[in-house]
């Protein structure tokens, strides 16, 4: 285990849908991000927080809605997804942006 | 245009064997050099950074070797177990930003017995 976790492992969820992605991290870092993964693509960064401040929104669709309570916590709100969307959504921490990142095991995504 | 290439995508090797991946980067300013093992269904760990100044670094029975000059890694595999299946990333850091990691697509590594 890194010490990131990932709720839920799988998803399936209609177009209409609304669902949350939720990551906790048990290591005290202060930086947290979300990541797409698709196949035979490289990661793609979503969203990066920096002690609980967006620092970097990549180019994102606004149906994904990203939200950091606090620097253990980070979610992904998801609303009405296309099913290109379907991936794996994986969330990492670091001690600070140019540290290594520990990965979660993330989120298998199928939109139908 | 700051972009990481792996070679090869996959990779069928016999349980005991060595093999080596490769990995070219353009990554300005550069930072280090990051190796990631995923299993599948798993996220990335890391295996290795090597800033600039390192030519080499091993964990276990993973070297990385790094020359800065070429723009080019390479992970060697030595005695490689069943465990070792997965996928090797590449990943290239600048030295500032928030958006700083430049990822490969990876080498699929198949160990068979």
């Known amino acids: 285990e890194t010490g990131v976790t990932q709720t839920p492992r799988h998803l399936v969820m209609g177009m209409t849908n609304k669902k949350s992605l939720k990551c906790e991290q048990h290591l005290g870092h202060n930086a947290m991000y979300w990541y797409k993964q698709s196949a035979k693509k490289p990661l793609e960064l979503m969203f990066v927080y920096n002690f609980k401040e967006q620092t970097e929104n990549n180019s994102v669709p606004s149906r994904f809605s990203p939200e950091c309570p606090n620097s253990s916590h980070l979610f992904l709100h998801l609303h009405t997804l296309q099913p290109e969307d379907s991936a794996l959504y994986l969330c990492a921490s670091s001690q600070g942006l140019q540290e290594t990142q520990y990965f979660g095991p993330g989120t298998r995504l199928l939109v139908l | 245009k700051n972009q990481v290439e792996q070679s090869p995508q996959s990779l069928i090797i016999l349980e005991g064997k060595n093999c080596t991946l490769q990995c070219n980067y353009t990554v300005s300013p550069f930072s280090n050099l990051r190796w990631y093992k995923q299993d599948t269904g798993r996220g990335p760990v890391s295996l290795t950074i090597m800033t600039f100044s390192e030519n080499t670094k091993s964990n276990g029975r993973y070297t990385a070797t790094l020359d800065a000059d070429t723009k080019q890694s390479s992970l060697h595999i030595t005695a490689s177990q069943l465990s070792d299946s997965a996928s090797y990333i590449c990943?290239?850091?600048?030295?500032?930003?928030?958006?700083?990691?430049?990822f490969g697509t990876g080498t699929r590594l198949t160990v068979i017995p």
């Open positions: 990943v290239g850091c600048l030295q500032t930003g928030a958006n700083n990691l430049f």
